[in-house]
């Protein structure tokens, strides 16, 4: 399985400035050639059912037990993001089960 976890928590505006810096770690090489932020409760089932073969890893970056906190979270990082990253819309574009914790995580495709 390619979902490789290093969480953090915290509130959103405490946390955003490191979670830009990894996403940014990650992303800014030569090597990476597409990725996409988003948010899920289940990162294994994610991965499984929406982005394996399609991209090469998930890095999961922050959990939180609110669905507010990880999608404000989000929006941010995708609207800091939007030049760069596959996302279509910001802020989540598909549905989000009612049981935490929620994790924000970006796939990589090299």
Request: hydrophobic share 30%; aromatic share 12%; net charge positive.
């Amino acid at each position: 399985m390619s979902v490789f976890y290093n969480t953090i928590t915290g509130r959103p505006k405490d946390v955003l400035s490191s979670v830009r810096r990894r996403i940014s770690a990650f992303t800014r090489t030569c090597n990476v050639c597409n990725f996409i932020i988003g948010i899920t409760n289940n990162p294994e089932r994610r991965w499984r059912q929406r982005y394996a073969g399609e991209y090469d890893e998930m890095l999961v970056l922050y959990q939180s037990s609110s669905i507010r906190c990880v999608s404000e979270l989000e929006r941010d990082l995708v609207n800091h993001n939007w030049g760069y990253c596959d996302n279509q819309i910001s802020g989540g574009g598909g549905g989000i089960a009612a049981t935490p914790p929620y994790y924000l995580y970006v796939v990589i495709k090299r």
